[in-house]
């Protein structure tokens, strides 16, 4: 990225819209100029300037709520950045993940990042086991009784097409699945990395 092509606004400051890089979701609206750009490519954290206080500050550098960057570019007419980000913690200075946690409209709720959603939940109750859970009791009984649902699932989803159910069929994909994640928390795969290898299988 050069500064060349950035159009930085009459205080010298472009806008910069932080996206978690695994989930897509948009975690805060700040403002860089020349120098907090600099430092957040040469550091590979994030760093802003703050209008209120005329000043750059490092996110995180007091809560540990750190933004690690992945990807950074800009729009089409060069005057706003894309900030593509592991976040460290909560990017709200509310403790929320987001800054825009307040919703004003919605149609119906969002799905984008349900499948991340419920592999973390499903990460929680291995670490913090509830008595009546399904995934806890998953997570008691071991592998075995994990892949045999599995392999339960997985024939009751060929059972679902055969029948022409949609419904079905999509009823069975979903318990396919959540039992397919309960086996990938316990055998140490992430999300991300079935991510990276479907990204592989595009070339």
Known sequence: MTFEKITFDDQGLVPAIVQDEKT???????????EALQKTMDTKET????????????????????????????????DAILVEVNPLGPACHKGEKTCFFETVFEEEPSSRTVVHEVAASIQNRRENPVEGSYTSYLFREGIDKVLKKVGEESSEVIIGAKNEDQQELTSELSDLLYHSLVLMEIAGVKVEDVKRELVKRQK
């Open 24 to 34: 897509g979701e948009v975690l805060m609206l700040a403002y860089m100029n020349q």
């Open 47 to 78: 760093w802003f300037f703050s209008r209120s206080r005329q000043e750059l500050w490092h996110k995180g550098a007091t809560s540990g709520n750190r933004q690690l960057v992945k990807r950074m570019s800009f729009d089409c007419d060069q």
